[in-house]
């Protein structure tokens, strides 16, 4: 039946996981500490809301806009 795909689904799923970490951000010019939190909690929440669709290129890209942003360059 169609509720055992679902339930089977439910058993083994596991969220993936966030590609991106501390040392990505400060590699990005994200001062240590608060900052580099704040920055990888809103790229996740982005990712999260947008279903996973960014691979580790793209939020690599986004990383780095938000770092020049929040140092002035752009």
Do not use: Q
């Not at 939020?59 to 806009?65: H, S, V």
């Amino acid at each position: 039946a169609h509720w055992h795909s679902a339930l089977e689904l439910c058993l083994t799923w596991s969220p993936p996981r966030f590609p991106l970490g501390g040392h990505d951000a400060a590699a990005a010019g994200i001062p240590p500490g608060r900052p580099i939190g704040h920055v990888l909690a809103r790229l996740e929440d982005d990712w999260i809301a947008a279903d996973f669709a960014d691979d580790r290129a793209a939020l690599l890209t986004r990383l780095t806009r938000l770092a020049a942003r929040s140092s002035g360059e752009g």
